[in-house]
């Protein structure tokens, strides 16, 4: 972390990965814009959005990174990850696949970032209990077998999602300070 004259300055890279299509760039734009975005295109994608929030007085910037839709290749670069101490792990409750997939997304952050970075499995689209797919017990379930932090989220209603930014965001800080 660097610090300066006036006082102490965070800024913590946290990936967002998941598989396509999740809702990983509308939790984004719901956190860093509070938009949303029902025909979001894959394609476009900013690389990363900056969040300032404040957390014991301190002002901590959270450099978020968003993927361009290339998780649809499996060609998440570790460029992507390079320097990450943060990571919001995606799923879409109302598809079983990509609850499935998380595992994988896990095996990967671990071959490129530090053990220590911070980790939550965020269950996304919880508006969606209509056509729910993955209870809340198997996200929860699964989270605490992998020492992850665990929440659902809606980007759509914004249900938890500042809490799941904030959490994780919360968790760096106390590793660091
Ligand atoms: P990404 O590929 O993981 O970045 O997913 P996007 O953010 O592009 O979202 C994929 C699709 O899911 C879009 O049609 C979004 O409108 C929709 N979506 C994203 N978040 C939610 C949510 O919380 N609830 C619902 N119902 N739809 C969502
Ligand atoms: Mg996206």
Redo the contacts with the bound molecule.
Sequence with gaps: MEDDQVGEEYLFKIVLI?D????????LSRFACNE?????K?TIGVEFQTQVVEIDGKEVKAQIW??A?QERFRAVTSAYYRGAVGALV?YDISRKSTFESVKRWLDELTTHCDTTVARMLVG?????ENIRDVSVEEGKGFAEEEGLFFME????DSTNVQAAFEIVIREIYNNVS
């Design positions: 998941g396509s299509a999740v809702g990983k760039s509308n939790l949303f975005d029902q025909h979001s894959a968003d993927t839709g995606v996304n689209k919880c508006d969606l989220t809606s980007a759509l």
